[in-house]
């Protein structure tokens, strides 16, 4: 309407300048658009000119003139009063603010309208006002990961690359800047943008988007990998890696898979666990020998407080494009998969598995999933952890029984129970189709997640879960990720189970909303 009158608007200010003001006008001088006088006297007043921006008599506003009024005005607590193109008022703009609208008004605060006044779901940002139960878009979990027999702690991605830590933070391991533990979930500092995420002992490591990586808590070895051996409650730049698409950290060692199908590994190598042909430990990446067209890797190593076994544990495994799967570092329970128990200081093939699209390494065990769906184990297996029905020790894989459709499993809990023992406490877990959960091995602490506290030597269904996406096992305790970005934990606690008490459950139960 302003663009159509623009041109009367100008005319009539140029009339102006000329002649004055209409009724100062010669009677013979014709307004422009008008004929000429024919000398009958000329109206004494202008008529109004809608879209010349004052209110003149007969208009009930014009452009931002609304003669004072404002919404208020006619009983409209909030919003902006109008004017139309016939010089109306226009009420559109008004209104009775409600929570819920989309709208957050003035007088709305978080406590009182979320639903209104926290960050938008689905902008990628996880805000202070949004948690995965409102807004899993943003703030659901995506990946969890855990570890610890002692200090046991345990970490969530999130969908906007942050995330979230719980349990024990003794060395700074929740990376949160502090060093006191947590039996809800606090948030990591400084960490945007990550895209994989593990947590190892008493230290926790990420991936981000652009190729680097992240570790934070204890650095006694250098698993921190920042050439360093000092720790750290707040992440840190892993040295030298800036193509890395996954990261692998376990105990006092971390690896990562770089995108030109490589690995590199850095912290403790007792055992060869880094791969690179030494026992010689490094406080930033070194390159493992043997390996190549890597799609996935897995570490592992974890030993009972009074164990003699603690400085022989610790080995990695990859998953090759071509489908089958390389091993280093410890083999005392055949874990390596090479059909002996021979440590190795660089990677040797494991035998007899072809079509592996993932692996996950335990302390004293390993197992991968075939694309078949089948899952193949091999180790150590006191507590039925192989899944063949039996407690015999197996340094080649063996099938889990009657398990299939398998497209996840997770082999991270178990160890010895002290030298010369023929016990161990080990359980495995994976996630077949149709997003249930099958677990098998130790149970003393409910960590199967069936009910019971009953070891099994093949799997049973964790009872009440549906829609898992991702799963984790360590020490007497899992996690599993769902559809929904909710994380649920069972079994032993110690604040690892992320669920606001001390009290071990031997069925799941949800981690407290973030």
């Known amino acids: 309407m302003a663009a159509a009158i623009r041109p009367a608007v100008a005319g009539l200010a140029l009339w102006s300048a000329c002649y004055g003001s209409r009724s100062e006008r010669p009677n013979d ?3 422009p658009g008008e004929a000429a006088d024919s000398g009958e006297d000329a109206p004494t007043d202008a008529e109004p000119i809608c879209g010349n921006g004052k209110a003149e008599e007969g208009e009930e506003c014009d452009g931002t003139d609304l003669r004072g009024r404002t919404c208020a005005s006619f009983g409209f607590p909030v919003g902006m009063l109008g004017c139309d193109g016939d010089c109306g008022v226009d009420l559109g703009g008004c209104r009775n603010p409600a929570c819920g609208d989309g709208i957050c008004d003035l007088h709305e605060d978080p406590a009182s309208c979320a639903a209104d006044c926290r960050p938008p779901c689905g902008d990628g940002s996880c805000g202070e006002d949004e948690d995965q139960l409102v807004c899993p878009a943003d703030c659901g979990a995506i990946a969890v990961s855990a570890w610890g027999l002692v200090d046991p702690h345990t970490c969530a991605l999130l969908a906007d ?3 979230r830590c719980w349990g024990d933070n003794h060395h700074g391991q929740l990376g949160d800047g502090t060093s006191a533990s947590s039996d809800v979930p606090v948030r990591v500092e400084g960490l945007t943008s990550a895209v994989g995420l593990s947590a190892g002992s008493k230290s926790t490591c990420a991936v981000l988007a652009d190729g680097t990586a992240r570790c934070w808590g204890d650095n006694q070895y ?7 051996n000092t720790d750290s409650n707040v992440p840190v730049i892993v040295a030298g890696l800036d193509s890395a698409v996954s990261v692998s950290a376990a105990d006092e060692f971390a690896c990562a898979v770089l995108v030109d199908g490589t690995a590199r ?5 007792g055992q060869g666990r880094l791969g690179n042909g030494t026992t010689e430990s490094s406080n930033v990446p070194v390159v493992v020998s043997g390996v190549a067209n890597v799609v996935g890797i897995s570490t592992a190593g974890s030993c009972a407080p009074a164990s003699d076994y603690c400085a022989h544990l610790g080995h ?3 998953v090759l494009d071509d489908g089958t799967v390389r091993c280093w570092g410890s083999s005392r329970w055949g874990q390596l998969g090479d059909g002996t128990t021979t440590d190795s200081l660089v990677a040797v093939p494991v035998t007899g598995v072809t079509g592996a699209v993932a692996v996950s390494a335990g302390p004293i065990h ?3 999933v075939l694309n078949s769906g089948t899952v193949r184990c091999w180790g150590g297996n006191a507590s039925g952890q192989l899944g063949d029905g039996t407690t015999t020790d197996s340094p080649s894989p063996v099938g889990v029984t009657g398990l299939t459709g398998a497209v996840l499993v997770s082999a991270r809990s178990g160890y010895p129970l002290r030298q010369g023992s023929t016990g161990d406490l080990a359980h495995i877990c994976a996630v077949i189709d149709g997003g249930h959960e099958v677990c098998w091995g130790s149970n003393g602490f409910g960590q199967l997640g069936d009910g019971t506290t009953e070891d099994r030597m093949a799997p049973v269904e964790v009872g009440g879960l549906a829609g898992i996406v991702a799963v984790e096992v360590t020490a007497w305790r899992s996690c599993a990720v769902l559809s929904d970005g909710t994380v649920w934990c069972w079994g032993n606690n110690g604040g690892g189970l992320g669920i606001g008490a001390t ?9 407290v909303p973030w």
């Open 265 to 269: 590994c850095w912290g403790a190598n």
């Open 161 to 163: 690359g942050t995330a």
């Open 503 to 511: 009290e071990s459950t031997p069925v799941p139960l949800p981690v």
């Open 222 to 228: 250098g698993q921190l990998g920042d050439g360093t």
């Open 366 to 368: 390993t197992c991968a």
């Open 29 to 31: 001088a014709a307004q």
């Open 316 to 318: 990695a495994c990859t």
